[in-house]
């Protein structure tokens, strides 16, 4: 199975700062294929990006996807503080579908 | 809008079996896959499987073979996953996922759309 690994643990951040969490795979992901959730305490996690670098609907355009391979990056432009929360990768091209560990990011 | 909404939190004891549903609505139901996604206290997401309504096609990560089941009823437009032997380890909540395949079965979009999530508690 492919493992999505995502470092660091935790990101401690200003307001206002950008924010570049990494997720790196163990072998080649189609860019079509990988996704960026956000989840907040008690809640759902929700989908931030699919295919690598598409908004999902409502997303702010703060929030953005790129990168290819085995290497992605979702950067957040400008931190607000309702961006904290917990940042999962996800590939969903290959079964089994494969989250990583998760990037918790906080805001100062 | 759409909404996928869940049953509510179940306790279980070790050796027995829960069935969670997720009913969906303000879409097609047959058009979309319904996977699986379950998160114990305080740690990441897991994927366990899917089911598509139109097919009843399903498919399970390996670590589930043979202990869940995964079906859904298109004139309710529910899903419906029931996993056996519970052992403490599968105390989490559980997590409905809405995804788009295309016409070669791959998904385009991610999990665009998820339930509420039920707390399934394992314990004696």
């Known amino acids: 199975e492919i493992v999505l690994t995502q470092p660091p643990g935790t990101l401690s951040l200003s307001p206002g700062e950008r924010a570049a969490l990494s997720c790196r795979a163990s072998?080649?992901?189609?860019?079509?294929?990988l996704g960026w959730y956000q989840q907040k305490p008690g809640q759902a996690p929700r989908l931030l990006i699919y295919?690598?670098?598409r908004r999902a609907t409502g997303i702010p355009d703060r929030f953005s996807g790129s990168g290819s391979g085995t290497d992605f990056t979702l950067t957040i432009s400008r931190l607000e503080p309702e961006d904290s929360a917990v940042y999962y990768c996800?590939?969903?091209?290959?079964?089994?579908?494969?989250f990583g560990g998760g990037t918790k990011v906080e805001i100062k | 809008q759409v909404q996928l909404v869940q049953s509510g939190a179940e306790v279980k004891k070790p050796g027995a079996s829960v069935k969670v549903s997720c009913k969906a609505s303000?879409?097609?139901?047959?058009?979309?896959?319904i996977n699986w996604v379950r998160q114990a206290t305080g740690q990441g997401l897991e994927w366990m499987g899917w089911?598509?309504?139109?097919?009843?096609?399903?498919g399970y990560a390996q670590r589930f073979q043979g202990r869940v089941t995964m079906t859904m009823s298109t004139s309710t437009s529910t899903a419906y996953m029931e996993l056996s032997s519970l052992t403490s380890e599968d105390t989490a909540v559980y997590y409905c996922?809405?995804?788009?395949?295309?016409?070669?079965?791959?998904?385009?979009?991610?999990?665009?759309?998820w339930g509420q999530g039920t707390l399934v508690t394992v314990s004696s």
């Open positions: 996800q590939q969903y091209g290959i079964s089994p579908l494969t």
């Open positions: 072998q080649i992901v189609s860019s079509d294929y």
């Open positions: 295919g690598a670098s």
């Open positions: 303000g879409y097609t139901f047959s058009g979309y896959d």
């Open positions: 089911v598509n309504p139109k097919s009843a096609n399903t």
């Open positions: 996922v809405r995804y788009f395949s295309d016409s070669s079965g791959y998904y385009t979009k991610g999990g665009d759309y």
